[in-house]
C-alpha cells in the first residue's frame, strides 16, 4: 500500500482487493459508463459517510489494485478505518461493494418496437451470412460481462481523407483501437431467408425437411404448424439463450413462384413474423442473393412503423470493396427506391458493410473503398477484414464470436453493431 502525487488534483494509490470485487467493479463501472477511480472515489466517500459499520467483505485472496483519488482522500479514508478498527484492506473492500449494491446492474435497454433488421445485395458471394451473424451474436453478448470492442473512430488508418480508417492487413501491428464494453444483452432471432441454408449450416443446424413446415409454407398461407416451433437456440452456454435461429428449407427456391399467387405479397414475410416479434428486441433477415418478390418481401419488413424512430429498423447492404458490388449495391437501391414510391412506405439505410477486405488487393480495393466511403447516405457502419478466423468458425459450425472472440473480425463485428444499434 502507498501513494504517490500523479497530477495536482489526485493521487495514486495502491491497496488491495480481491480479484471477484474488482471485476465485479470493473464491469460495472464499464455499464454504467464512468472510469473506475470514479467509482472507487464515490464509494470511499459514501463508505466514509457512513453511520453504521457495513457487513465484511471475504478479502481472501486480494492482491494489488491501483487507482486515482483525489488529493487528501486517501488520508482522510486511511484515519476513519483507523477509527473503525478496519484494516484498509477491508475498508477498501467495503466501499466498492457499497458502490456496487447502490450502482445494480442497469436493466438492458429493449426497443419499444422490434428491431428488424434485413442484411442484403443481390450480388452472391459478399459475406452477407458471416455479417448477419456476426451482427446478431454481437447484439445477443452477454450485459455482464465485457467483450473487446473496436471504436468507431479506430474503423482506419490508412484513408486520411475520410473519418474512417482502414485495417493494414500487410502489417503485423495491430492498430485498432480497443475498448472492453459489456455486450448489449438483447434478445436476437436470426432469419435464414436463403434457401441455399448459409446461415443454417454455418451455425451447425440442419435445414428443415422438404417435407415439413418451414417459413415459405408461412408466407404462401399454407403452414403446417406454429413458425416457432421451428425455431433453434444457438450457442446456449455462450449467449444464455437469447440468440435463436429460424433455419431455412430448400423450399424457398419456390418462394417467388408461389409469392406470385398471395395477396398482399409484400408483406407476406411481416405477416409470418409478427407472431414472433414479442419473444425479441431484434429479428435480422439473412436475405437471398435475389432481386425478385422475396426481397420485396424482406425490404417491405424492414420499413419504417408507426410511431417507430428513424434508425431503428431497415436495410444493411453487404458489399465488397471490388467494381460488381458498386453494380450489384445500383440494382438493389434502385429496387427499393421503387418499392417505396409503389407503397408508399419508409424504407431506411441502416447502412453500409464493407466485408472480406484486405488492403493487399492493392488499388482495386483501396479505391473501391474510398468510394463506398463517399458515398457518406448510406454511409459505412462496418469493415471486416478477409481474415482465418470467420473460414475456421464456418468450418467447425460455431458462431464467430464464441470460437474466436478477441480475433479483429470479432471486434470488428461489435464496433458494427454498436454503429448500427
Not at 445477443?140 to 492487413?169: C, F, G, N, P
Not at 431484434?282 to 424482406?298: E, F, N, Q, T, Y
Request: one cysteine or more; a negative charge; proline letters at 5%.
Amino acid at each position: 500500500m502507498s501513494s504517490s502525487a500523479a497530477s495536482s488534483d489526485r493521487e495514486k494509490v495502491v491497496s488491495k482487493l480481491p480479484g471477484w470485487l474488482r471485476q465485479n467493479l470493473k464491469i460495472r463501472a464499464a455499464q454504467y459508463g464512468i472510469d473506475i477511480q470514479s467509482a472507487v472515489e464515490e464509494g470511499i466517500r459514501d463508505w466514509c459517510n457512513l453511520a453504521s459499520v457495513v457487513s465484511t467483505v471475504d478479502t481472501a485472496g486480494s492482491d494489488s489494485f491501483a487507482t486515482f483519488l483525489p488529493d487528501g482522500q486517501w488520508e482522510e479514508f486511511r484515519q476513519i478505518t483507523s477509527d473503525r478498527k478496519v484494516s484498509l484492506i477491508q475498508g477498501l473492500a467495503q466501499s466498492v461493494q457499497l458502490w456496487l449494491d447502490t450502482n445494480p446492474t442497469p436493466e438492458v435497454q429493449r426497443p419499444a418496437i422490434t428491431r428488424r433488421i434485413v442484411v442484403c445485395n443481390q450480388k452472391g458471394g459478399v459475406g452477407k451470412t458471416a455479417i448477419t451473424a456476426g451482427l446478431g451474436e454481437a447484439l445477443a453478448e452477454s450485459a455482464d460481462s465485457l467483450h473487446s470492442v473496436r471504436v468507431a473512430k479506430a474503423l482506419t488508418k490508412a484513408i486520411r481523407a475520410s473519418d474512417m480508417h482502414v485495417v493494414d492487413t500487410d502489417s503485423d501491428e495491430d492498430p485498432l483501437e480497443i475498448e472492453h464494453l459489456p455486450g448489449p444483452g438483447l434478445r436476437v432471432l436470426l432469419v435464414d431467408f436463403d434457401p441455399q441454408c448459409h446461415l443454417t449450416n454455418q451455425l451447425g443446424a440442419a435445414p428443415l425437411s422438404m417435407n415439413g413446415d418451414s417459413l415459405t409454407n408461412h408466407m404462401a398461407g399454407d403452414p403446417k404448424g406454429e413458425l416457432r416451433d421451428l425455431i433453434l437456440s444457438v450457442e446456449d452456454d455462450v449467449f444464455h439463450d437469447r440468440l435463436h435461429l429460424l433455419p431455412a428449407c430448400n423450399d424457398a427456391f419456390l418462394l417467388d413462384v408461389r409469392l406470385s399467387a398471395v395477396r398482399a405479397r409484400e408483406a407476406a414475410l411481416e405477416r409470418a413474423l409478427a407472431p414472433l416479434e414479442a419473444d425479441y428486441d431484434v429479428i435480422i433477415v439473412d436475405c437471398p442473393p435475389s432481386l425478385g418478390l422475396s426481397m420485396d418481401a424482406a425490404a417491405y419488413y424492414g420499413r419504417r412503423r408507426d410511431n417507430e424512430k428513424p434508425g431503428q429498423s431497415g436495410v444493411l447492404v453487404v458489399v465488397q470493396a471490388e467494381d460488381s458490388s458498386a453494380d450489384a449495391y445500383e440494382l438493389l437501391t434502385t429496387q427499393i427506391d421503387d418499392l417505396r414510391a409503389d407503397l408508399q412506405v419508409d424504407i431506411g439505410y441502416l447502412g453500409i458493410v464493407v466485408n472480406l477486405y484486405d488492403s493487399r488487393r492493392g488499388y482495386i480495393a483501396t479505391s473501391s473503398l474510398q468510394g463506398w466511403v463517399d458515398i457518406k447516405d448510406p454511409r459505412v457502419v462496418g469493415l471486416i477484414g478477409d481474415l482465418k478466423e470467420q473460414k475456421e468458425a464456418v468450418r467447425m459450425k460455431k458462431p464467430l464470436l464464441s470460437y474466436a472472440p478477441k480475433s479483429q473480425q470479432a471486434v470488428g463485428m461489435r464496433a458494427m453493431a454498436r454503429e448500427v444499434m
